[in-house]
């Protein structure tokens, strides 16, 4: 697609309202989840006395600053259940948003290096298959056949001995998605409220009253916190411990390209991950830089070694320039699976701990989301990725599947 | 990228270093006497703060030693750096 045939914007998407003193819901985070939530609230069950608080502007964090993957090939039920309940949301979004998200079903590869990720790859596929999960295992020559500019020459170090392949999965354009859950969500009479910090959370004999905010005191029946890579600072407000560490996510992109990358190509073992934008960016991501942080940048060395896996998968980029880099802040759980559900003060609600992997589940767990908060209890598909399973030791451990060192 | 002063090599590039995550995080002393939600507060709870945060870090490339660093984690400000077993320094 070229430039000239994307879509040209309204003046205004939504409104900018002033707070008011009380709302049925109040959702802390104004990025994909938090927009998404309150749609689905409003959509699917009615509520629309809600504001989303953002301390930035709307969608001006992670949602802004991820690689816009989208692919449901998680090894767990519990993990395929939600990721593909969200890319089924996905495949319908543009008509049900009334919004255009250049939506793009180009597939993922996931590259296997060596005998053990055939093994779990070979393992996985099968795995997606019983859960109705559209899975394939590819040789080299047919990983060849989706992505021609993959390196699959047996003579560098380490060479691709196949690739899990999803045709379903694909990108879509970040910021369109959240503009269209927001301007679908304000329609809907949600209030969205830009720059409004929450600064306190009030909870009296076990249960949450209201946020304290950068502009006065919220009253909420219920308080939804959709805070990402800030859900320690937010939950610790009501007294809330959460298990999830702060981290920098780099990515990158390369000026503009003529089509040269028709897919998507993921590689856990050497460590890149690549689309090419709609634009014609090539959009580069690695691994978490190791170390905690609320910097919205990480150290250069990830990015070197991003760089090298990248040339040695793709030697075409090497005349290629990098023209941005940038970091989000992610929240990385213990077993590298989302925390949704109830907390243990009565009325709050926590979606935290999507570590590298949130925006693909932006429809899903906003969907999952608004019917916890709606009937106080967790809809099935987020039932297993509640708070308690670090006590009862119930663990979705998805680090094979998350495709990004954690 | 950090210039992490290690306590006996001097101050040396992030890239030479190895991260253990929070420190003072003691081994609980009786083991069998913990309730499920105090192995797991052991387990998988850890500090996040937005600020000053003790932390490990291993020298891998070179002395191969542990030792703490005080670093906000809102700056990556490196306010301390002190042994392993020293207490941490007030001041941070």
């Known amino acids: 697609m070229s430039t000239d045939e994307l879509p040209e914007h309204p003046d205004r998407l939504w409104n900018s309202p002033e707070p008011k003193s009380s709302y049925d819901v109040v959702i802390v985070g104004g990025g994909g989840h938090g927009l998404a939530t309150a749609y689905y609230l409003a959509k699917n069950h009615g509520i629309t006395d809600i504001a989303v608080l953002e301390k930035g502007w709307l969608a001006g964090g992670n949602m802004a600053r991820n690689t816009t993957i989208i692919r449901s090939n998680y090894l767990w039920d519990e993990s395929a259940g939600i990721y593909e309940h969200s890319l089924k949301l996905w495949e319908g979004l543009e008509e049900d948003l009334g919004y255009p998200i250049l939506f793009s079903q180009r597939g993922v590869l996931n590259l296997a290096h060596s005998m053990q990720d055939v093994r779990e790859s070979v393992r996985r596929v099968n795995a997606n298959r019983l859960n109705g999960v559209d899975a394939e295992w590819l040789g080299p020559e047919e990983v060849k056949e989706v992505c021609p500019i993959v390196n699959v020459s047996p003579d560098v170090r380490y060479p691709v001995l196949g690739a899990t392949y999803q045709p379903r999965a694909g990108i879509a354009k970040h910021d369109y998605v959240a503009w269209g859950f927001a301007r679908a969500a304000a329609a809907m009479g949600v209030d969205l409220i830009e720059h409004c910090e929450v600064t306190g959370i009030d909870v009296v004999d076990g249960r949450v009253r209201a946020v304290q905010t950068t502009g006065g005191r919220i009253a909420a029946g219920k308080v939804a916190l959709c805070a990402a890579g800030h859900s320690s600072v937010v939950g610790r407000m009501a007294g809330v411990e959460l298990p999830v560490q702060s981290h920098p996510l780099q990515a990158l992109v390369s000026e503009l390209l003529e089509p040269v990358h028709p897919t998507v190509v993921m590689s856990n073992a050497v460590h890149v991950y690549v689309s090419q934008a709609h634009k014609g960016e090539l959009v580069m991501g690695a691994g978490i830089d190791a170390y905690t942080s609320y910097r919205q940048r990480g150290a250069f060395h990830i990015i070197e070694q991003q760089m090298a896996a990248a040339l040695e998968l793709f030697p075409v980029f090497a005349r290629a320039h990098v023209l941005r880099t940038w970091g989000g802040v992610v929240d990385v759980s213990p077993d590298a699976s989302p925390v949704v559900g109830l907390t243990p003060v009565d009325e709050l609600y926590v979606n935290c701990g999507w570590g590298t992997g949130g925006f693909k589940a932006t429809p899903g767990v906003g969907w999952c989301y608004a019917h916890t908060i709606a009937h106080g209890e967790p809809h099935p598909l987020n039932a297993a990725f509640s708070l308690e399973r670090f006590t009862t030791g119930a663990l979705v451990d998805e680090h094979g599947a998350a495709a990004v060192a954690h | ?92």
Request: net charge negative; glycine share 6%.
């Open chain 2, 1 to 92: 990228m950090l210039l992490i002063p290690c306590p006996w090599c001097g101050p040396r590039d992030e890239a030479e270093f190895h991260y253990g995550g929070q420190a003072h995080v003691a081994y609980p002393d009786d083991p069998a006497a913990l309730s499920d939600t105090e192995w797991a507060r052991y387990l998988f709870f850890r500090d996040n703060p937005k600020g000053p945060f003790a932390e490990r870090w291993n020298h891998t490339a070179a002395c191969r030693r542990w030792f703490n660093v005080v670093r906000d984690t809102a700056t990556n400000e490196i306010h301390a750096v002190y042994r392993t077993g020293e207490t941490r320094p007030v001041s941070a």
